[in-house]
């Protein structure tokens, strides 16, 4: 798991499901939970994006949600980041060819980081949401790599979750 650098903020992330099948946001809200923590990392969810430095979001995008979508993105404030989380969020996924599927999210909005999986691991997404971490800390200290630059794809973890 990434370790994460120094940061001038805590990232306070907000939850989007676009079009999921709802897999991608179970692993998601099991992140939150007490075994998998991501708050051990100061990182806050959120329910309103003006709130939010961090974008999650969750399924693919079709013609219905696109501008849902662009809407939330436009109320988070600047700088921020997004992390398409599971392959659906990525490229589409198993949705792909539906006759009102336009594809993955960064057909609408810049994604910075790519989290693969169907579904998406939790250490998975919390690793791809720390990457998202340190990308947001590289805007804030230098606010010319507006908007996102090149996203980064994380690797899904082979390990095996731990017990209950
Ligand atoms: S990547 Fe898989 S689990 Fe996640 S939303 Fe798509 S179909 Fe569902």
Known sequence: MT???KVSKSPWVVHFNCNSC???DIEFLACLTPIYDLERF???HVGNPKHADVLVVTGSVNHRNARVL???YDQIPDPKVVVALGVCA???????DGYNVLGGIDKVIPVDVFVPGCAA???AMIDGILKAAEILE???RHPETLPAGQPVITRTPTA?????
């Open 138 to 140: 590289t805007k804030r």
């Open 90 to 96: 990525s490229t589409g996924g198993v949705f792909a």
């Open 3 to 5: 370790a994460i650098r």
């Open 70 to 72: 662009k809407n939330v």
């Open 22 to 24: 709802n897999g991608c």
């Open 121 to 123: 691991r939790p250490e």
């Open 42 to 44: 100061g990182i806050l």
């Open 160 to 164: 095996a979750a731990p017990a209950v």
